[in-house]
């Protein structure tokens, strides 16, 4: 299953945001054209484990203002 989500970072900060995201198994960070934006895609095998990995990698990583969940693929 894949999760797309939206991050808000603080701005200038995306970059780095991204870099530390590309360091997790199983999510893509994709840049977007928004300053303090950042799309994410978490791909794992239950929607729970996914919604967990949001909570407990994304959400957690320095400069991450706020994620959400906006698109999910079985």
């Known amino acids: 299953m894949t999760v797309g ?3 808000r970072t603080r701005l200038g900060c995306e970059r780095s945001v991204a870099l530390a995201l590309g360091e997790f ?3 893509e960070p ?5 300053p303090g934006t ?3 895609l978490i ?3 239950t929607l729970e484990s996914a919604q967990a990995r949001l909570r407990e990698e994304v959400t957690r990583l320095e400069n991450v ?10």
Do not use: N, T
């Not at 994709?30 to 928004?34: C, F, G, K, N, T």
């Not at 203002?65 to 079985?74: N, R």
């Open 5 to 7: 989500v939206h991050v």
């Open 25 to 27: 198994h199983g999510i």
């Open 30 to 34: 994709i840049e977007l054209e928004e």
């Open 38 to 40: 950042l799309g994410v």
């Open 43 to 45: 791909r794992d095998e």
């Open 65 to 74: 203002l706020v994620a959400w969940p906006i698109h999910f693929e079985w």
